[in-house]
């Protein structure tokens, strides 16, 4: 379960409504056929074994992991469903991300990196040279008439921009966070012209050179255009002493919107960032229906099998970087119970339905090879789909399933199931849970998810086979394999009939979820310049203003925007019942609206 949907997701997740279509006839109460907790457990296991490099990408572990989970298809008795007559998918994208340059110096003296300053992976690449020239928090808001960047000329500038957000009652609310992100300021930055950034740490809570950006080296990542680097509170005050301050005064300064002169300082440096590329593979089985009426359709049972690889990005526990993390419940729990439901459909009568049982790659990157894996399918192929992430640790609060509002009488087919089982089932809506089948409802495909939870191993290397509960998957996949019966055999056409709510978490206290929009984000389109929309909900502005799947946003409230994290502080940074104008790249049209910005549900 990718840490990045925690991050952005609750600035944009509301998806298209439609009218649920009349319910044709209750599905089936059948119990589903049984699941081995035993031999799930063996795959898991497997799965998390340390030999297998925590599945990162690029790495052979996860190849390793594709191949074994295609032999347990094939074992199962699964013919192979790749379009290719394989049971695999295979395609090209950004594995792994370096530093292959970084130099930085103050006047004569070289700075050390990861001591002194860090770069930041967004970074452009490039040489710069020249007076550092400071630009207090690098905030710019018509509305409280605050910017730190009149009367500056930054054009081919190096500005030293504080972390954070000034310490007034104006800045003290959400728009106020929004306004103190990095992706804001760099996108006000661009705009002038400047060559390099170096964000300063304003105060010992506010350094973040200690504490990264868990998903700063996810390979995937938007080149900001700017080249960016972070300081260290020490470096930041060996440039105040340049200018006889010490850093508290530069501080003060910025809360008083002065832009002292940094005595001279000089700054000059290098950054050059690697993508590296590699071939990764969705992993697909098929079992064909049994009804010739009805094979045709597709009930998709999906979940994925990367995982962090040894904490590179998305770690819990940053200081673990270079320690394997085995990703047992996240997700060799997922992906076992894959080979677990297959042997226990393909050992019995065939269901009326196709059942396609995918393991997906690059979730933990942006669900990049859920969102592949749509983009493939014909119109009305996939009938529904169900995900599973993080199913091996049952406890008491037994199973939480999210996106039962996407079709009618999905909740009273899955409570009803897990009556049956004994099982204590709560439901979420909609895309709360950053996961698979995100992608299935951007598509407009009914989808659910089952999982049993988040703990303190989530994303870290304590993430173990030793705590997976056999008995506990057993009895959640009684539950999946009876609602997956019922959904391959019912004779009711689904129609997408839900909406997800605003936010993956609940407001804060900073003011709430925000101004909202109605769009949906395309994550794992980080090869895009802009803000991809992969859906947007009926009779939301977004709809209201004209915008379409597919448009990619390149310029928002006056704005450019060159990535989804600047697409997020930018609207953030609005309030309910503004108009803005947006313009988005339509294949080769560049096309420009306005939409007035609603409130968060």
Not at 403 to 419: I, K, M, Q
Not at 477 to 490: E, R
Not at 509 to 514: D, K, L, V
Not at 527 to 542: D, M, N, T
Request: aromatic share 6%.
């Amino acid at each position: 379960m990718p840490r990045l949907l925690l991050s952005l997701a609750p600035l944009f997740v509301s998806l298209a409504c439609a009218a649920p279509a009349p319910s044709a006839a209750p599905f089936a109460a059948r119990a589903g056929p049984a699941v081995d907790g035993g031999a799930w457990l063996e795959d898991a296991r497997w799965l998390a074994d340390p030999t297998r490099e925590g599945r990162g990408l690029g790495t052979p572990g996860l190849t390793a992991s594709a191949q074994h989970l295609a032999a347990r298809f094939a074992e199962a008795g699964l013919e192979p469903g790749a379009a290719d007559g394989s049971f695999f998918q295979t395609f090209r994208m950004p594995v792994a991300i370096e530093i292959a340059e970084a130099r930085l110096a103050l006047g004569a003296e070289s700075l050390v990196r990861d001591r002194d300053y860090r770069v930041l992976l967004g970074s452009e690449d490039g040489r710069f040279a020249g007076p550092l020239v400071f630009a207090g928090y690098g905030i710019e808001d018509a509305e409280t008439g605050w910017d730190d960047w009149a009367g500056l000329d930054a054009k081919d500038a190096v500005v030293l921009v504080l972390d954070g957000r000034p310490d007034q009652a104006a800045f003290a609310d959400r728009r106020g966070a929004a306004l103190g992100r990095r992706g804001a300021k760099l996108v006000a930055a661009r705009q002038r012209g400047a060559r390099a950034v170096l964000f300063a740490p304003g105060s010992e809570e506010a350094s973040e050179l200690a504490s990264a950006d868990p998903m700063g080296a996810i390979p995937t990542r938007t080149r900001s255009g700017v080249i960016t680097l972070a300081l260290s509170r020490d470096a930041v005050a060996r440039v105040a002493r340049h200018a006889g301050l010490e850093l508290d005064a530069l501080v003060r300064a910025a809360e008083r919107r002065f832009r002292p002169p940094l005595g001279g300082a000089r700054m000059a440096g290098a950054v050059r960032i690697v993508r590296h590329e590699g071939e990764v593979s969705n992993v697909i089985g098929r079992l064909p229906g049994g009804d010739p009426a009805l094979a045709h359709e597709q009930v998709v049972i999906g979940a994925h099998y990367d995982h962090l690889g040894r904490g590179e990005f998305g770690s819990m526990r940053p200081d673990s970087a270079g320690e394997i993390h085995p990703g047992a419940d996240d997700n060799a729990s997922g992906a076992a119970a894959l080979v677990a439901l297959a042997r226990a459909f393909a050992a019995g009568p065939r269901p009326a339905r196709t059942l396609l049982f995918v393991a997906f790659t690059a979730e933990e990157a942006g669900l990049i090879g859920s969102t592949k894996f749509v983009e493939t399918l014909a119109p009305d192929e996939v009938h529904s789909m169900i995900n599973l992430d993080m199913v091996g640790r049952l406890g008491e609060n037994g199973v939480t399933v999210f996106g039962a509002e996407t079709a009618e009488d999905f909740a009273a087919l899955v409570r009803r199931s897990a009556e049956r089982r004994g099982l204590a089932v709560a439901f979420e809506d909609g895309l709360h849970g950053p996961s698979d089948h995100a992608s299935f409802h951007a598509a407009r495909i009914p989808a659910l998810f089952f999982t049993t939870g988040a703990h303190d191993a989530y994303h870290t290397p304590d993430d173990r086979s030793d705590k997976l509960n056999a008995d506990g998957a057993a009895r959640v996949l009684g539950l999946v394999s009876d609602v997956t019966l019922a959904l391959a055999n019912t004779k009711r056409e689904l129609a997408f009939a839900g909406a997800a709510t605003a936010s993956h978490a609940p407001p804060s206290a900073e003011g709430g979820y925000g101004p909202y929009l109605g769009t949906v984000p395309a994550f794992g389109a980080a090869e895009v310049r802009g803000a991809k929309v992969a859906a947007v909900r009926a009779g939301s502005p977004a709809e209201r203003a004209g915008l379409l799947a597919g448009d990619v946003i390149v310029e928002f409230a006056g704005r450019p925007v060159a990535s989804l994290e600047e697409f997020a502080s930018l609207l953030f940074a609005q309030r309910e019942g503004t108009s803005v104008r947006i313009v988005v790249q339509r294949g080769e049209e560049r096309i420009a609206t306005d939409a007035v910005l609603g409130r968060r549900r």
